[in-house]
């Protein structure tokens, strides 16, 4: 399916080297894996304050992007590139951590609560609506007693590489699925067996 419709796929997480590789980045390093495998390198955007690149996925322009602002303020920089880049809200899709999801399962909704995540509550107050939709990237939940506020800065173990590389591609997949297909058919696909 090609028409001119275009995405602005977001990952969420912390600018700077400490935060690259944990759990609450886990939406901005999907973001650069699923760059990488298109051959695409995210830059620096001319006006807004993320990294971007525009590609083609599903046959549709696609925009990367990663906020160079804080978690809790990357509001801005994503109602800065909808407003650069003509889009509305539904043309939206942002990838983000989530504690409530087993480590590595994926989930896709549109619209809904933010369920605490400070990420999606300043990007709905940013552009001014929840309407978008969310990949939600299971980290699951920390063992006790450890608190989850610092268990989502931690990194990801040795160990947990693989299948970090396995939900990465299946990250994009299922983002190619939802443009081309529509949410119905990908929540299908992606949330069998996972319940």
Known sequence: MTDNKAWLVVGLGNP???YANT????????????ANSNNEKLSKHKRVNANVVETRIAGHKVIL??????MNESGGPVSGLVKYYDLSADQVVVLHDELDIP??????????GDNGHNGLKSIRGSIGTGDFYRV?????????PQDPADYVLRNFGSSEKAELSIMFDRTEKLIEML?????????????????
């Open 103 to 112: 480590a590595f399962a994926l989930r896709v909704k549109f619209g809904g």
């Open 23 to 34: 759990r609450h980045n886990i939406g901005a390093s999907a973001v650069i894996e699923i």
């Open 65 to 70: 992007a990663n906020p160079q602002s804080y």
């Open 16 to 18: 700077g080297a400490t």
């Open 179 to 195: 443009i081309s297909d529509g949410l119905a058919a990908t929540q299908n696909e992606f949330h069998r067996g996972e319940e």
């Open 136 to 144: 939600r990237m299971g980290i699951g939940r920390p063992p006790a």
